[in-house]
T-cell receptor
Framework: DADVTQTPRNRITKTGKRIMLECSQT?????MYWYRQDPGLGLRLIYYSFDVKDINKGEISDGYSVSRQAQAKFSLSLESAIPNQTALYFC??????????????FGPGTRLLVL | SQKIEQNSEALNIQEGKTATLTCNYT??????LQWYRQDPGRGPVFLLL?????KEKRKERLKVTFDTTLKQSLFHITASQPADSATYLC???????????FGSGTRLLVRP
């Protein structure tokens, strides 16, 4: 079974709708992240959480919110979707290793289309 | 703020040749740098990490170098195969919190 799972894998929605993307992990990591990826722009950090009670904004958090329901679950919500939120969304987890180095483990992604 | 620059043009090479990809950063030298592989429609997968005090790191056909004077890392794939075709991202810690920032990646195409 995959260590980091995302649901749904694909989603088409209309402008103004509220949607939620979910992420679950079995790696036992404390840190979880949400990124979006657009062609030519690479991965951009939306929100991150270093433990269950910790939520932090990334570089592009406007229009998004998150919830860390448990160590293993981190969901991303678009309160009122707009077309420029059409992108590929990735969840990632990490644990800080020896010397403070961290490696991130990504889910398979959710392809979102906002019409 | 720290920025990462990777060649946005695809690298197209013949099978069996060595592929060399470049990652440049603009600001402070990070404590380490990582390389990831991403296949179309999939999440990035970690490949290698190199620390600032290491000049070179190898893993099978992969080799990474880290030059803090040039603010550059090179990623080499020797004896390249069509299965190596993918986009390769470099990443480094953003700040003392160890969050990573990622380059936009370079696409590698290996022709049979």
């Amino acid at each position: 079974d995959a260590d980091v799972t995302q649901t749904p894998r694909n989603r088409i929605t209309k402008t103004g709708k509220r949607i939620m993307l979910e992420c679950s992990q079995t790696k036992g990591h404390d840190r979880m992240y949400w990124y979006r990826q657009d062609p030519g722009l690479g991965l951009r950090l939306i929100y991150y959480s270093f433990d269950v009670k910790d939520i932090n904004k990334g570089e592009i958090s406007d229009g998004y919110s998150v919830s860390r329901q448990a160590q293993a679950k981190f969901s991303l919500s678009l309160e009122s979707a707009i077309p420029n939120q059409t992108a590929l969304y990735f969840c990632a987890t990490s644990a800080v290793g020896q010397g403070g180095r961290e490696t991130q483990y990504f889910g398979p992604g959710t392809r979102l289309l906002v019409l | 703020s720290q920025k990462i620059e990777q060649n946005s043009e695809a690298l197209n090479i013949q099978e069996g040749k060595t592929a060399t990809l470049t990652c440049n950063y603009t600001n402070y030298s990070p404590a380490y740098l990582q390389w990831y592989r991403q296949d179309p429609g999939r999440g990035p997968v970690f490949l290698l990490l190199i620390r600032e005090n290491e000049k070179e790191k190898r893993k099978e056909r992969l080799k990474v170098t880290f030059d803090t004077t040039l603010k550059q890392s090179l990623f080499h794939i020797t004896a390249s195969q069509p299965a190596d075709s993918a986009t390769y991202l470099c990443a480094l810690p953003m700040d003392s919190s160890y969050k990573l920032i990622f380059g936009s990646g370079t696409r590698l195409l290996v022709r049979p």
